[in-house]
């Protein structure tokens, strides 16, 4: 299983970024994004299902991240609008998510840094 995520970059506050996720080998129930900011625990961003397409949002990114899924070219993506400097930290892909934990992640991509500033 492959999961290459792609797309971050430096954006001034109140741009926008498309994270993409293509994954490879096997197909999940659940896809999803976490994030993690320098001295600070990877926390949950989003995940989605893949038939369903009902999505959930960490409160800190509702209304403004939107999760996706194109089941054609087997990517995830993740559309971040009116992003802030406190958005800074590396997103990760992840799928086979059980819990938006850590711990309820069966797979995980490599980052991706997404730099917001000021």
């Known amino acids: 299983v492959q999961l290459q995520a792609s797309g971050g970059g430096l954006v001034q506050a109140g741009g926008s970024l498309r994270l993409s996720c293509a994954d490879s080998?096997?197909?999940?129930?659940?896809y999803g994004w976490f994030r993690q900011a320098p001295g600070k625990e990877r926390e949950f961003v989003a995940r989605m299902y893949r038939v369903s397409k009902t999505t959930y949002y960490a409160d800190s990114v509702k209304g403004r991240f939107t999760i996706s899924r194109d089941n054609a070219r087997n990517t995830v993506y993740l559309q971040m609008n009116s992003l802030k400097p406190e958005d800074t930290a590396v997103y990760y892909c992840?799928?086979?998510?059980?819990?938006?934990?850590?711990?309820?992640?069966?797979?995980w991509g490599q980052g991706t840094q997404v730099t917001v500033s000021s």
């Open positions: 080998g096997r197909t999940f129930a659940t």
């Open positions: 992840a799928a086979g998510i059980t819990s938006p934990t850590v711990d309820g992640v069966e797979y």
